[in-house]
């Protein structure tokens, strides 16, 4: 009888930080600390189009997670943030540290708000292409004869639906925000807040030479109805940045966030929908660029 073949061993995940995961995003890993708290990381995954690619950015989870500090840090004024300012590498297996450090944040475990709260001050992105095509955007009209990257009247507030992985989200009305959350006094406070952090970051950047076509924001409730910010905050991934010394209205203005890798995307042919194509070394790198030009103008020198 011949002898067995000794057992393997599977080495362990690296990454792992030896807690529940409760959620996976496109970027961001969900784990349960307790009934209270989460730990959250951002990894290094890139999206475009709802999908996730097979390639990764290096360090981008942590570019994103010193930006959301940054600017969570600057909008204390204006609302609470999720962010626990709690060492957690005592809750979290040791060798998974070297991974997990700069790319992870303690928060709060909060109720999130179905919709994502969207804010635009140029005429750029998905509004432009729905303008272009004559689709209104919900309840809110615009006037005939404006350009792409164009200035809009006035800061509008344009949510969307949070749908769940694989489906794209699409634009709703304020009165849809209202059915949604069921509380129009929250819906006109989720509403207030955006353009109110929009405004400040905006005249932020527009000190350091950027200008914020549009932006994503997404809040929380905690057990007594306290609105919180949530997830991340004016990142590339859900900012849209142009530099202000080569704005011109009438086109797409250069950008440092996905809008370069969407544009190569259009190139392909690709129907948008999984398996993505493979991205080649130089569009990555390229794409990379842009997120560490945008971190190192608005923070200065870049340390994660």
């Known amino acids: ?7 393997r061993t599977i080495p362990e995940d690296p990454t792992d930080p030896g807690l529940p995961r ?21 990894s290094d995954r890139i999206s475009a189009f709802d999908v996730v690619f097979r390639e990764t950015l290096p360090e981008k989870g942590c570019m994103l997670t010193a930006l959301s500090r940054f600017w969570f840090a600057r909008m204390e004024s204006l609302i609470p943030n999720h962010e626990l300012k709690e060492d957690w590498s005592a809750l979290v297996r040791s060798q998974a540290l070297p991974y997990l450090r700069g790319r992870s944040m303690l928060v709060r475990r909060l109720q999130p708000l179905p919709l994502e709260a969207v804010v635009r001050g140029y005429l750029a992105g998905s509004a432009w292409q729905a303008y272009r095509k004559g689709d209104p955007l919900p309840g809110i009209p615009l006037p005939a004869g404006l350009r792409e990257a164009d200035p809009l009247p006035e800061v509008l507030y344009t949510p969307t639906s949070k749908s769940p992985a694989g489906e794209h989200d699409r634009p709703i009305s304020f009165d849809e925000t209202v059915s949604r959350i069921g509380n129009g006094a929250l819906a006109t406070e989720v509403r207030e807040r955006s353009i109110a952090i929009f405004r400040e970051a905006s005249r932020y950047a527009e000190t350091r030479g950027l200008i914020i076509a549009d932006a994503k924001f997404e809040f929380g409730l905690d057990a007594t109805g306290n609105l919180f910010l949530i997830d991340e905050l004016l990142t590339p991934d859900s900012t849209r ?18 809008q370069f890798l969407r544009q190569w995307l259009e190139t392909l042919g690709w129907d948008k929908k999984p398996p993505p194509p493979s991205l080649p070394a130089h569009i990555l790198a ?10 190192s103008r608005l923070m200065g020198e870049v340390g994660y």
């Open 1 to 7: 009888m011949k002898d067995s073949p000794p057992a």
């Open 22 to 42: 409760v959620g996976q995003g496109k970027v961001r890993d969900l784990y349960e600390v307790d009934r209270e708290r989460l730990l959250i990381v951002a």
């Open 241 to 258: 940045y142009w530099p202000r010394d080569e704005y011109r209205p009438g086109s797409s203005p250069p950008s440092f966030d996905k």
């Open 286 to 295: 390229a794409t990379r660029e842009r997120y560490v030009e945008a971190c």
